[in-house]
Each structure stands twice: as structure tokens, then as C-alpha cells.
């Protein structure tokens, strides 16, 4: 299956942690990338790799992966990280590249 | 500093065609793959297109073979072709860079609306 899964919405207080989850058959072979979109805006790139940040992300913004199941983890959230938080990887053939259907996260 | 610019997009009829530009700046575009990304007006992101560097080209299979992504590395410049369009076709395309010699979109344009409507 080329398919990730997300939940369609998540919440979390000010200032703890929460965990965003995207699970797909592909995620056993290769690595999930995680990207935050904001209203109006383009999406940013926040996770790369086994647990990669690009410059200017905080690193409060963590990832990891078990299995089919990648995780994007922030610890301690703030205000600012209220987003759409999408997985991508690579389906099975290596060459194409897909999409989760994205999570809606509530900083309240 | 990256910057990478669209353009091309617009009011189109259903069965119309339309070409998309991105014009890249602040990096050696020839050495990276490029990549189409849409996103339907309230959905969700939809991988569209890739190219590498060496101009393999890939394809999301819900398109059907009706768009054909191509680069000009003496520009700087990504293009997709559309063609065929219909209703769901309509979205935000994004131009968007892979980090170097990866699969991860590392910078993205700011988008060019595409709209397909009678």
C-alpha cells in the first residue's frame, strides 16, 4: 500500500507535549518527512530523516519512527505551532512519493 | 538565499491546458531534483510530479499521463504541462526543491493558484 494515515485532528495545552502519528506500509522501508502548513502559507519542512531539523526549526520539534508508524513529537508546545502538520514518504516502488492526509493540531 | 517563484496559473475551461513556470535563484538548480506539489482549495497536500537532476521524470499515477513536468537548467526553470484539465485538477501548485540528494522537500514557492471551471 502506498497510503499514510494520519489523525485528522489533535489538541494539546500550551506547553506540553504532543505526539502526531502517520503509519503506512512504506514507513518500513523508508523514513518519513514531516512538514507544518499554516494558514495561506506554503508548508515548511520541520523533520527530515531519522530525526533531522533544518536550520531555524526548534528543537522542541522531534521525530522518530517504530515499524509502520512515524512520529512527530513536540515538547512543549506553543501558540505558534497551532498548524497542519503532513507526513510524506516514499510508496513502495521508491520513485514516487506520498502524502498523509494531514493533522489538524489545536494548541489550546 | 533560495527563492523559488511560480507562475502560469489561472481561470481554465475543463479540457483546456495550461503551463506552469517556477523560476529557481540562490542555488545550482541543475544539480537538484524538482518537484510538484498541489493542494485542492480545503484538502490536504497531493504529490504531483518529480524530476532529477539527470531529467528522470515520475508521475503520480492519478494524472493519467495528462501532465508532463520538465526542467530548463540553463533558466533555472521547472515547468509542468497540463493537460486535459477537469474540475479536480483545480488546486495551489507548489514548485518544490528535494534537499540535496534526498527525498525531502527542502524549500517551496509561495504557489500559483490554477482554477478549472466553465
Known amino acids: 500500500s502506498s497510503e499514510l494515515t494520519q489523525d485528522p485532528a489533535v489538541s494539546v495545552a500550551l506547553g506540553q507535549t504532543v505526539r502526531i502519528t502517520c503509519q503506512g506500509d512504506s514507513l518500513r522501508n523508508y523514513f518519513a518527512s514531516w512538514y507544518q502548513q499554516k494558514p495561506g502559507q506554503a508548508p515548511v519542512l520541520v523533520i527530515y530523516g531519522k530525526n533531522n531539523r533544518p536550520s531555524g526549526i526548534p528543537d522542541r520539534f522531534s521525530g522518530s519512527s517504530s515499524g509502520n508508524t512515524a512520529s512527530l513529537t513536540i515538547t512543549g508546545a506553543q501558540a505558534e505551532d497551532e498548524a497542519d502538520y503532513y507526513c510524506?514518504?516514499?510508496?513502495?516502488?521508491?520513485?514516487?512519493?506520498?502524502f498523509g492526509g494531514g493533522t489538524k493540531l489545536t494548541v489550546l | 538565499e533560495v527563492q523559488l517563484v511560480e507562475s502560469g496559473g489561472g481561470l481554465v475551461k475543463p479540457g483546456g491546458s495550461l503551463r506552469l513556470s517556477c523560476v529557481a535563484s540562490g542555488f545550482t538548480f541543475s544539480t537538484y531534483s524538482m518537484n510538484w506539489v498541489r493542494q485542492a482549495p480545503g484538502k490536504g497536500l497531493e504529490w504531483v510530479s518529480s524530476?532529477?537532476?539527470?531529467?528522470?521524470?515520475y508521475y503520480a499515477d492519478s494524472l493519467t499521463g495528462r501532465f508532463t513536468i520538465s526542467r530548463d537548467n540553463a533558466k533555472n526553470s521547472l515547468f509542468l504541462q497540463m493537460n486535459s484539465l477537469r474540475a479536480e485538477d483545480t488546486a495551489v501548485y507548489y514548485c518544490a526543491r528535494d534537499l540535496y540528494g534526498e527525498y525531502e522537500f527542502d524549500y517551496w514557492g509561495q504557489g500559483t493558484l490554477v482554477t478549472v471551471s466553465s
Open positions: 524530476i532529477s537532476s539527470s531529467n528522470y521524470m
Open positions: 510524506n514518504s516514499r510508496d513502495s516502488s521508491g520513485n514516487h512519493r506520498v
